[in-house]
């Protein structure tokens, strides 16, 4: 993003927010000596810094953290030493906040932490897409994906619900996937894949599916199952993963309805799919304020940004009430796209994919 913006639009709730106020109210959340997060007090006084006095803005903070965040503390240490004691003047409960945990894909999951305030935040900001790119409301949403503790699952549910519609879920263990895939046991694979099938293809038969939200490896395989005419969807949304410009286009000539794509995971959040302006455009754009975005040079990620149409490393940091997550680079790489006002005025990334030397690491199974 360009961290020269001072104020931005969000036109999912139709406010202007002056970044330099929000970051001073965030940070005040996780850093105050009295009531922040254990966690964060703590590192302050290991590393001699006062957050709150020092940061007047989103790049004081990256040069503050100009190290990548050590990612392992959300695997190993407790939770709620990430909790704040209040935001504002409200004590603040476990109850407050949903946990949600990383897919899984770089081995131990992550946990995180969603204010519930913030949850209903990102489903607005799914629903004002879904308007964008032409969904309709008042329809039913399909849902084959995980459940459990991956966010997705419960944020789209939440949708279902703000837009008028009832939620079907085929709740599909992704972890149970890549676990049969890094094990090569086809056959007990191919066995469950077929048992997920039955109980979709029953909802297909005798309900109406409405909205379906999946990945594109799914919408590929359910290609191969059945005649994509025959069954009456309303709008195709997949997220999990980045998705080719090719396949896109494929996948939009089948499915001939709505299509909308969604980059991300429970540590950045979502960013979603601006509407193409051909079949093959496919620029993702975080939820700002909360999920502070950018693409560094592959030498130095952190701390600094590439030109707009260049290519470079994925960076992210989270920045809400509900946690703060300080810069973390992602296994992706993705082209810097300026925005604009017919969608959203910051940055985009095009042509996300997981750097080749990294491929051979993670698992991605239905992803």
Not at 315 to 328: A, K, V
Not at 332 to 350: H, I, P, T, Y
């Amino acid at each position: 993003m360009d961290f020269s913006q001072k104020i931005i639009h969000l036109p999912w709730s139709e406010e202007n927010i002056d970044l330099d106020v929000y970051l001073e109210k965030t940070l005040k959340i996780h850093f105050d000596m009295e009531f922040g997060a254990p966690f964060w007090k703590k590192w302050q006084e290991n590393n001699g810094v006062n957050v709150i006095k020092e940061v007047n803005s989103i790049q004081d903070l990256i040069s503050i953290f100009s190290e990548p965040f050590d990612e392992n503390c959300l695997r190993e240490l407790p939770i709620d030493q990430f909790m704040p004691k209040k935001i504002g003047n409200i004590s603040c409960k476990k109850s407050d906040f949903l946990i949600g945990e990383s897919g899984g894909s770089g081995g131990i999951p992550k946990k995180i932490l969603n204010h519930w305030n913030s949850f209903k935040k990102s489903a607005s900001f799914l629903s004002w897409s879904m308007d964008k790119h032409q969904f309709p409301t008042g329809e039913n949403v399909t849902y084959i994906g995980p459940t459990g503790p991956h966010l997705f699952g419960a944020l789209v549910r939440e949708v279902a619900y703000l837009r008028g519609g009832f939620f079907f879920t085929i709740d599909l263990d992704s972890r149970y996937i890549k676990h049969l895939i890094r094990k090569e046991k086809r056959d007990v694979l191919d066995d469950y894949l077929r048992a997920l099938k039955i109980q979709y293809e029953k909802i297909f038969e005798t309900q109406d599916p409405g909205i379906l939200i999946t990945t594109s490896v799914v919408l590929d395989r359910l290609v191969e199952q059945f005649d994509i005419e025959d069954i009456d969807f309303k709008g195709i949304i997949h997220g999990g993963t980045s998705i080719s410009p090719d396949q896109q286009e494929l996948l939009i000539e089948i499915y001939k309805k709505p299509f909308l794509g969604i980059y991300g995971n429970s540590l950045v959040g979502i960013s979603v799919q601006r509407p193409q302006k051909s079949e093959t455009d496919i620029v993702y754009f975080p939820q700002l304020p909360k999920n502070i975005c950018w693409v560094g040079d592959f030498d130095d990620p952190v701390g600094s940004q590439v030109k707009h149409g260049e290519m470079g490393r994925v960076c992210f940091m989270r920045l809400d009430e509900s946690m703060f997550i300080p810069p973390c680079i992602e296994r992706d790489q993705a082209v810097r796209v300026k925005g604009n006002d017919e969608f959203l005025s910051w940055d985009g990334l095009q042509n996300v994919d997981i750097i080749s030397e990294l491929k051979e690491e993670y698992t991605t199974g239905v992803y």
